[in-house]
């Protein structure tokens, strides 16, 4: 940063997994981080090991007016209940943080003047009938089902930022993160890896829904990271697929994990949730040809790392 002006980067949802791993990023490449979160779904836990004068934390609910001192030259949107254990629990709240908190967060960069980025979700393809997914494909979502709460809320936050832009002249990007795993994850947020991992390691059944051979794409935390600043820094205003195009059925992600933590584990298999995706898998083309990004952490070794930081978890607990 020697000779330029410090960037300075405002971060929704900054105590969340994703949100807690873009501050480190941001904070690595020189920025000056702004990090928002009311700690709803995110914890303190995930930015206690930042030691920077570069980094301030604002308790703040998004779906209030926003305002944060000084200059701002990016804002990432990640503030969101992501998990289906979270957005059931919560319909409305997820409802008002895709609408009003959308709202909020691109009137701070409109105000600032920054570039803003949202964080959409692959939920907007639904249960998908183009197999696999790319951008231009408009999706097979339940409008009504108990999903749909956080599907709809992620549509309507991007026809909110492709609003700002057209009328407003925001400087706007959307990414649609598929399934990404990690160190931070919370382990009884409901979703795969956390949960199989949780079971295992407690020599517990692990419990799939239907029979395990509905598809997901799994990428490691700092891949998706590395992708969503590409597409920041790209001038691409349009969705942009980030996720692992490699393709796994939810058993053979349980098998992996049973046998990497060495658990006497087995599979049970449980009825499969209301409009549950039966297969997910992105097309990254349009990240490759605007960015040059792609995953570089295969499944495996990902796994290997995301098992590693949940056995220190529990031990810091004194769960074990």
Same mark, same amino acid.
């Given at each position: 940063?020697?000779? /330029?002006? /410090?960037?300075?980067?405002?971060?929704?949802?900054?105590?969340?997994?994703?949100?807690?791993? @873009?501050? *480190?990023?941001?904070?690595?490449?020189?920025?000056?981080?702004?990090?928002?979160?009311?700690?709803?779904?995110?914890?303190?836990?995930?930015?206690?090991?930042?030691?920077?004068?570069?980094?301030? $934390?604002?308790?703040?609910? @998004?779906?209030?007016?926003?305002d944060?001192?000084?200059?701002?030259?990016?804002?990432?949107?990640?503030?969101?209940?992501?998990?289906?254990?979270?957005?059931?629990?919560?319909?409305?709240?997820?409802?008002?943080?895709?609408?009003?908190?959308?709202?909020?967060?691109?009137?701070?960069?409109? +105000?600032?003047?920054?570039?803003?980025?949202?964080?959409? %979700?692959?939920?907007?393809?639904?249960?998908?009938?183009?197999?696999? /997914?790319?951008?231009?494909? +408009?999706?097979?979502?339940?409008p009504?089902?108990?999903?749909?709460?956080? *599907?709809?809320?992620?549509?309507?936050?991007?026809?909110? %930022?492709?609003? $700002?832009?057209?009328?407003?002249?925001?400087?706007?990007?959307?990414?649609?993160?598929?399934n %990404?795993?990690?160190?931070?994850?919370?382990? $009884?947020?409901?979703? =795969?890896?956390?949960?199989f991992?949780?079971? =295992?390691?407690?020599?517990?059944?692990?419990?799939?829904?239907?029979?395990?051979?509905?598809?997901?794409?799994?990428?490691?935390?700092?891949?998706?990271?590395?992708?969503?600043?590409?597409v920041?820094?790209?001038?691409?205003?349009?969705?942009?697929?980030?996720?692992?195009?490699?393709?796994?059925?939810?058993?053979?992600?349980?098998?992996m994990?049973?046998?990497?933590?060495?658990?006497?584990?087995? @599979? @049970?298999?449980?009825?499969?949730?209301?409009?549950?995706?039966?297969?997910?898998?992105? *097309?990254?083309?349009?990240?490759?040809?605007? %960015?040059?990004?792609?995953?570089?952490?295969?499944?495996?070794?990902?796994?290997?790392?995301?098992?590693?930081?949940?056995?220190?978890?529990?031990?810091?607990?004194?769960?074990?």
């Open positions: 940063m020697s000779g /330029q002006k /410090q960037k300075v980067s405002v971060i929704t949802g900054a105590a969340g997994f994703i949100g807690s791993h @873009i501050c *480190d990023y941001l904070l690595a490449a020189g920025h000056r981080v702004i990090g928002l979160d009311n700690l709803n779904t995110g914890t303190l836990r995930n930015l206690e090991h930042i030691d920077s004068d570069d980094f301030v $934390y604002m308790d703040c609910d @998004i779906t209030s007016f926003i944060v001192p000084g200059e701002v030259d990016y804002v990432y949107h990640l503030a969101s209940p992501a998990s289906p254990i979270d957005y059931l629990q919560i319909p409305l709240h997820t409802l008002k943080v895709g609408a009003v908190g959308t709202r909020n967060a691109i009137g701070l960069a409109k +105000w600032k003047r920054a570039r803003f980025l949202l964080t959409s %979700t692959s939920e907007v393809y639904g249960d998908p009938e183009v197999h696999p /997914q790319t951008e231009d494909y +408009w999706g097979n979502v339940n009504i089902g108990p999903r749909s709460v956080y *599907d709809e809320a992620k549509r309507y936050a991007e026809t909110t %930022t492709m609003a $700002y832009h057209r009328q407003q002249g925001v400087d706007t990007r959307i990414v649609r993160l598929f %990404t795993y990690g160190p931070r994850m919370r382990p $009884y947020d409901g979703r =795969a890896v956390p949960t991992i949780r079971q =295992a390691m407690e020599d517990k059944h692990l419990t799939v829904f239907g029979d395990g051979s509905q598809t997901r794409s799994f990428c490691y935390v700092s891949d998706l990271v590395e992708g969503i600043f590409r920041m820094m790209c001038d691409y205003h349009g969705p942009v697929n980030l996720g692992n195009p490699s393709e796994y059925t939810i058993k053979q992600l349980a098998e994990i049973i046998k990497m933590t060495g658990s006497k584990s087995k @599979i @049970i298999y449980q009825s499969l949730p209301t409009d549950d995706p039966t297969r997910r898998r992105p *097309d990254i083309s349009l990240a490759k040809k605007l %960015t040059a990004w792609e995953p570089t952490i295969v499944v495996e070794d990902g796994l290997k790392r995301t098992v590693d930081w949940f056995s220190r978890y529990f031990e810091e607990e004194g769960t074990f």
